[in-house]
């Protein structure tokens, strides 16, 4: 284990690990204020808009899986900093973009940056601290800095839109980025993840990526031309088919993607759900809100991330809290508590109108806040508890899958209700936030599976070997 801890606990790994992981939660939230400004520069529609994000989480989630194998295969380290390279240079190009399809070709490729370093970026930690204690402790604090990278996203993307332009918003990774790279080189041991064999599973990875490029596709066109239009209905009937293709090749070859085996544990199988629906209300509601406070209530960029430091401020508390009482009592009732506040909070928000005092939606948006970081530290610790020994990688990668997943398809799904334009934006924001609260509370009835208490170590292996 690499040094420089305090206490008997290394830090520097983490700090390491951390700078990549917090770049890429940050630009899933960063680009969302300026969204209106790159709409008026580019002449872009808010389906065109929905693909700045959505070019993003789409590939960073379709290829989590592959990158979890790579990792494994490769090496954590190497693959986690050829991610941060290519992250770097893709930003780089973000910021010189002169027209909305080079930022979203730009946004494309920093999300397969981003898919190569975060299932390195968890499983870099799991080698780093080998004992439970030290390993709980490090991914505690490594959901912390996601919760504050979620909640920082916005007012930093409204500071440097406000102060430098939308630009910066992408320059900004180029250092942080390389520091990340030089800190991975010197704290991080090259030998932290193990190495695996087995081919790579072109048809899986094929197969997923078009179901889900498909699927987000589809509801990004249903927004401005209708459920029933010839493409929205071929790109669900693409989704089923590739998704049909994918279930049935990860049970026939010999080293699948996603092995199905994976499943049988309820701690694992519970957790990535609620991870998914977790995002899917969160980021499909914060592109709604965002574009509320801009083109509804008339704020600047600027104005907006502070009007989101409610929902945004509490993130890193809850996330923190959570992670506490997860250590505690194990994972069930942070993800059950934390998914019913975001639930109530969803319900409250349908308040929202042009003329309601922005006072009233304070207390809505923090409980919002709180339900996504509350819930974030538990599901990530149900993963890694379910996980049997060796699979830590691809069950880290399944899990911000079903993240990047919800994100998407959120973000498409709800901002769906609001493309009819400002006469109805306040109706579709309405339809908008029960969508996600029913997410919220479908996501509370599944973490009720979830075994109470945590399991030690001697109590993981015996369950491991009874599943093999």
Known sequence: MSGGGTGGFAWRPLIAVSFGWFMVIVDA???NVALPRLGREFGASVSGLQWVVDGYTVVFAGLLLSAGWLGDRFGGRRVFQAGLALFVLASAACGFATGLDALVGARVVQGVGAALLVPSSLALLQGSYGDRRSRARAIGVWAMVGGFASGA???????LTAGLGWRWIFFVNVPVGMAGMLLTARWVRAGATGRTGGRFDV?????????????TAAMVRAGRAGWGDPLVVGGFALFAAATAVFAVTETRVRAPMLPPSLFRSRELTAATAVGGLMNLGFYGQLFVLTLYFQQVRGYTP???GLALLPQTGVIAFGSWLGGRVTARGGPRLPMVAGMAAGAAGFLALTIATRSIPYAALVAPMMATGFGISFTMPAATAAVVEGAPPGRTGIASGTLNAARQVGGAVGIALLGAFIAGGAAHFTAGMRTAMLVAAAAYALGALLALSVPRGVRGDAEERDMAESRR
């Open 153 to 159: 996203g916005p007012l930093l993307g409204g500071l």
């Open 203 to 215: 048809p899986g990875q094929v197969s997923g990526a078009v179901a889900l490029l498909s699927l």
């Open 29 to 31: 939230t960063i680009v």
């Open 302 to 304: 600027l104005q907006t």
